[in-house]
């Protein structure tokens, strides 16, 4: 089952895909996380993105097609994956498609996260993930159950994003506007348009994706 989680920095895709991940063994993919892990380990790749994702831009098209056609070919995502902040620009959809023609793989579904723009500036400054893991957390909707100790690995050590502040995170909302948005209709044409509930509750949110998967 391959899939695509759309919707605004902040919309919850990577706390969805963590659960839809486990659930059905299928790989999370975020290119956010794959450009992070290159601006880290300092490439080339790395060091082009690295003011673009601090500004709160889109990295060129041609930097994350590449990134994710050489991903979805290892096989550990034979069985499946879960495209997480990718595509953002209807360039990014239409190269996914022939990559995917390309492949003989098929996009099973495309499930928009609908949420009001007005949280999600307090859903990113909220947020931090775990240091060793990478598994989500907030302040305030998702806490770990023992504080300060990852459910997930038992760390307590825990990170926030650099990109993760107020005028940061008002950049990325008009890149998505600008960018992303115009994939609801592409996709809703494909007939491959879902969408679920992304302000209610976390487990009610993935209640929501569970349907439209079974
Ligand atoms: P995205 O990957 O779309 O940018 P995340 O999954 O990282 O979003 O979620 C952003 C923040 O909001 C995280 O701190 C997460 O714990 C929290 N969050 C995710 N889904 C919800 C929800 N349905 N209600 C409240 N907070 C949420
Ligand atoms: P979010 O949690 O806001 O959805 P991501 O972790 O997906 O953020 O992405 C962080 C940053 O990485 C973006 O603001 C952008 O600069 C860059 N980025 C990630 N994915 C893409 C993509 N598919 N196309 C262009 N830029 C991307
Ligand atoms: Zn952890």
Redesign the pocket.
């Given at each position: 089952m391959n899939l695509i989680?759309l919707?605004?920095?902040?919309?919850?895709?990577?706390?969805?895909?963590e659960t839809i991940s486990s659930k059905h063994g299928i790989i999370q993919l975020?290119t956010g996380e794959m450009l992070r892990d290159a601006v880290k380990a300092g490439t080339e790749t790395g060091r082009q993105a690295k003011a673009l994702i601090e500004a709160g831009e889109l990295v060129p098209d041609e930097m994350v097609v590449g990134i994710v056609s050489e991903r979805i070919d290892r096989p550990d995502c034979a069985n499946g994956f879960i495209l997480?902040?990718f595509p953002r620009t209807l360039g990014q959809a239409s190269a996914l498609e022939k990559m995917l023609d390309e492949k003989g793989k098929t996009l099973d579904a495309v499930i928009e996260?609908r949420v009001d723009d007005e949280a999600m500036v307090e859903?990113?400054t909220?947020?931090?993930s775990c240091s060793k893991c990478g598994m989500?957390?907030?302040d305030k909707?998702?806490q770990p159950a023992k504080d300060g100790v990852c459910d997930k690995c038992g760390s307590t050590e825990f990170t926030r994003r650099a990109d993760d502040n107020e005028e940061t995170v008002r950049a990325r909302l008009l890149a998505y506007y600008r960018s992303t948005a115009p994939l609801i209709g592409y996709y809703f044409a494909k007939d491959r348009y879902n969408y679920v509930d992304?302000?209610?509750?976390?487990d009610?949110?993935a209640r929501q994706i569970e349907d439209i998967l079974t």
């Open positions: 989680l919707g605004p920095p902040g919309a919850g895709k990577g706390t969805q895909a975020s997480d902040g996260l859903r990113i909220g947020r931090y989500g957390y907030h909707y998702k992304g302000m209610a509750e976390i009610e949110v």
